[in-house]
C-alpha cells in the first residue's frame, strides 16, 4: 500500500470515527419542518429537537440520516427550559438510535478555541448535508454562526441541526437572526445538562472561560451584551 492510499485509508477511518461519535440526526416533520437528534436511554429510543418544531411533542415523523434512511415516529413528548422537547421515537429508526446520554468533555476548550464548524442537516430522504460555519461568537449558553458561503445561507428546517466541531458535536441550531442571518445555537453541554434529569444523571457545576468574539464586526454593536433578536427557521 503506497503512502497516498495509506493516507486515505487513515483519514476515511478518522472520519467516519467522528461520525460513529455524534448522534443520529433526523429529519423531522410536525406541525412544522425541522431536525432532532436521538439518543437511547435503557434500549428506548428518544429524539430531542426544538419546542418550536414539535410543538410540545404531540406527533412527529422522523427520517434519519443513515443510508437506509429509516423511518419513525415520535410522540408523549416532554418539554423542558431552551426551547428543547424529548418525544419517544419508535419505528425502523429505532435500530440506528446507539448513541447514550454522556455530558461531553472538556467541551468548553472545544467551543472557546474554534473559530470554524460544520452544521449537519438531514433531508428527507435521509441525505446529510455538512454547511461549513464561522464561529463568530461564544457565549456562556449559545454560540452563533455564520455561514462561509454567504451563497448558502440558512434555511427553512434547518432548526434543531447539530453543530460539530472537529468531529464532536458541539450545540443545536435553534434560530436564525432575520437581519443579519446568523443562526444561534445552544451548546450542547447546555443541552446535555438541561436534560440530564430524565437520563438520571446527575449534574455538575461547568466551569467556563470568559466569552470569545471572533468577529465583532458579524454581530451590531448593541447586540454584543444581549442575545440577538431570533426569528426561527420555519
Same mark, same amino acid.
Given at each position: 500500500?503506497?503512502? +497516498?492510499? =495509506?493516507?486515505?485509508? =487513515?483519514?476515511? $477511518?478518522?472520519?467516519?470515527?467522528? #461520525?460513529?461519535?455524534?448522534?443520529?440526526?433526523?429529519?423531522?416533520?410536525?406541525?412544522?419542518?425541522?431536525?432532532?437528534?436521538?439518543?437511547?436511554?435503557?434500549?428506548?429510543?428518544?429524539?430531542?429537537?426544538?419546542?418550536?418544531?414539535?410543538?410540545?411533542?404531540?406527533?412527529?415523523?422522523?427520517?434519519?440520516?443513515?443510508?437506509?434512511?429509516?423511518?419513525?415516529?415520535? *410522540?408523549?413528548?416532554?418539554?423542558?427550559?431552551?426551547? =428543547?422537547?424529548? $418525544?419517544?421515537?419508535?419505528?425502523?429508526?429505532?435500530?440506528?438510535?446507539?448513541?447514550?446520554?454522556?455530558?461531553?468533555?472538556?467541551?468548553?476548550?472545544?467551543?472557546?478555541?474554534?473559530?470554524?464548524?460544520?452544521? #449537519?442537516?438531514?433531508?428527507?430522504?435521509?441525505?446529510?448535508?455538512?454547511?461549513?460555519?464561522?464561529?463568530?461568537?461564544?457565549?456562556?449558553?449559545?454560540?452563533?454562526?455564520?455561514?462561509?458561503?454567504?451563497?448558502?445561507?440558512? +434555511?427553512?428546517? $434547518?432548526?434543531?441541526?447539530?453543530?460539530?466541531?472537529?468531529?464532536?458535536?458541539?450545540?443545536?441550531? $435553534?434560530?436564525? *437572526?432575520?437581519?443579519?442571518?446568523?443562526?444561534?445555537?445552544?451548546?450542547?453541554?447546555? =443541552?446535555?445538562?438541561?436534560?440530564?434529569?430524565?437520563?438520571?444523571?446527575?449534574?455538575?457545576?461547568?466551569?467556563?472561560?470568559?466569552?470569545?468574539?471572533?468577529?465583532?464586526?458579524?454581530?451590531?454593536?448593541?447586540?454584543?451584551?444581549?442575545?440577538?433578536?431570533?426569528?426561527?427557521?420555519?
Amino acid at each position: 500500500m503506497n503512502k +497516498m492510499l =495509506l493516507g486515505t485509508w =487513515l483519514f476515511l $477511518m478518522i472520519y467516519t470515527s467522528s #461520525l460513529l461519535a455524534n448522534p443520529l440526526s433526523a429529519f423531522v416533520e410536525s406541525d412544522e419542518i425541522g431536525q432532532a437528534i436521538l439518543l437511547n436511554r435503557l434500549g428506548v429510543c428518544y429524539a430531542i429537537s426544538p419546542t418550536h418544531v414539535v410543538h410540545e411533542g404531540y406527533y412527529a415523523s422522523l427520517v434519519g440520516a443513515a443510508s437506509t434512511a429509516p423511518k419513525g415516529e415520535a *410522540d408523549e413528548g416532554v418539554s423542558f427550559g431552551y426551547d =428543547l422537547t424529548l $418525544m419517544r421515537a419508535q419505528g425502523g429508526i429505532e435500530k440506528h438510535c446507539n448513541e447514550s446520554y454522556k455530558k461531553p468533555p472538556n467541551h468548553n476548550d472545544i467551543v472557546s478555541n474554534a473559530t470554524t464548524g460544520h452544521i #449537519l442537516t438531514a433531508d428527507s430522504l435521509g441525505n446529510m448535508t455538512r454547511q461549513h460555519v464561522s464561529i463568530i461568537n461564544t457565549g456562556l449558553l449559545y454560540l452563533y454562526v455564520e455561514p462561509i458561503d454567504q451563497k448558502q445561507p440558512f +434555511m427553512k428546517g $434547518m432548526s434543531g441541526s447539530l453543530l460539530e466541531i472537529k468531529g464532536k458535536p458541539a450545540g443545536m441550531l $435553534m434560530s436564525v *437572526d432575520a437581519e443579519t442571518g446568523n443562526g444561534k445555537v445552544l451548546r450542547y453541554d447546555r =443541552l446535555m445538562e438541561t436534560i440530564a434529569p430524565f437520563f438520571g444523571a446527575s449534574v455538575e457545576p461547568t466551569h467556563y472561560q470568559t466569552p470569545r468574539t471572533t468577529h465583532p464586526t458579524s454581530l451590531k454593536k448593541k447586540d454584543r451584551k444581549t442575545a440577538p433578536p431570533t426569528s426561527t427557521p420555519k
